[in-house]
């Protein structure tokens, strides 16, 4: 009966549905991955719509789809074949505690990198970004931040748990330098010299060529250990409908994939999806724009700290 009860076949539609069909293990400390996805269930900083806890469940589902291709179009190499990739699920917290959150982020992110893996969180609203900036600064000090969204999240005025805030707190902790991050996409109100990023704003993005986004973003985050956060609502709502907070006038996946693609070689240490909502999406757009990211910047990292 071998092989009738597989539970890691390479369909498409069946059994248990791991990050890109990568093994799930409850260890993964002592693992022997590279990278490990995990997920943060985590809403109860939405300002607007909620339903990002469904997220990870989502992407993963979504990105099973991705599984069957091997080498990837256009990278020239078959990350799996160099980079060993395991699905740690979900992390465990106290539903309604967003302070005991954090502290569970903190110590299951620090436990990782402690252990040389790298992280591929899955949100879960944008908040989950600033503890796990609090775990990787512990590690990699100040960090660049490239920052893709719609929205800036420098708000001061938010409680201490909200997903419009966490850049504000975040140079003010000593965890990333300002002056060498960029944030892409922007399409709702700030001033810059008032909040200090680096702004390419989804007006000016579409209007450019990928290349020369890139050629900016490199200028910007130079060798510095890079954290890459991928806010969904990026994604213009006719790529990413299922989000908490759309706004129109948004990035192609086509623009960001270049963009992405073109960031090859940055010394990327940290990178999440975040702000997929499955229940307001369609077909999965948003799900599959989502697990295709996370799987180009595992691509990103390994191209870079990889002997490929
Ligand atoms: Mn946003
Ligand atoms: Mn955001």
Known sequence: MAGVFNQVDNSIYSNAMTFLRQPLVVDPINSDSNIVVLGFPFDMATTGRSGARMGPTAIRHASVNLAWEGKRFPWSFNLTKHCKIVDAGDLVYNCGDSE?????????VSTLLSADKTILALGGDHFITLPLLRAYAKKFGKMALIHFDAHTDTYSNGSRYDHGTMFYHAPKEGLIDKNASVQVGIRTNYKQKDHGFKVINASEANDMLADDIVSIIRERVKDMPVYLTFDIDCLD????????????????????????????????????????????????????AAATIGLELMHLWAAKHLSI
């Open 100 to 108: 005991a959150f954090c502290q569970q982020v903190d110590a299951a």
């Open 237 to 288: 709502p006719a790529y990413a409908p299922g989000t908490g907070t759309p706004v129109c006038g948004g990035l192609t996946t086509d623009k960001v994939l270049k963009i992405l693609r073109g960031l090859s070689g940055i010394n990327i240490v940290g990178m999440d999806v975040v702000e997929v909502a499955p229940s307001y999406d369609n077909s999965e757009i948003t799900a599959l």
